[in-house]
């Protein structure tokens, strides 16, 4: 088992900036892609960002790319998701997920073990 927690969320104005952490415990963190999904109120929960064990690869998606940055330090288990530019649309529930089978990118059924979530809220 691989235990995820989130943290670093709370309440910005928008344009500002928030820094989202995953700390890891378990197993071996280093062999697991990550990715950061999140869901607002009332709807589905959509990807975010992803990046391969190694750090090498990282894949976002389309409303998010040039604004969020996803990277992991695997000496401290932790994966990070700095956000900049923030908009009151970006207001979600933001949750941090473990893809332990290794394709790229990985599709969301292969994300086994999954975060509680950090609130992050934009205000306009």
């Known amino acids: 088992q691989l235990q995820l927690v989130e943290s670093g969320g709370g309440l910005v104005q928008a344009g500002g900036s928030l820094r989202l952490s995953c700390a890891a415990s378990g197993r071996t963190f280093s062999s697991y892609g990550m990715g950061w999904f999140r869901q607002a109120p009332g709807k589905e929960r959509e990807f975010v960002a992803a990046i391969s064990w190694s750090g090498g690869s990282t894949y976002y998606a389309d409303s998010v790319k040039g604004r969020f940055t996803i990277s992991r330090d695997n000496a401290k288990n932790t994966v990070y998701l700095q956000m900049n530019s923030l908009k009151p649309e970006d207001t979600a529930v933001y949750y941090c997920?473990?893809?332990?089978?290794?394709?790229?990118?990985?599709?969301?059924?292969?994300?086994?073990?999954w975060g509680q979530g950090t609130q992050v809220t934009v205000s306009s």
């Open positions: 997920a473990a893809d332990p089978y290794g394709s790229w990118p990985p599709p969301l059924y292969e994300y086994d073990y």
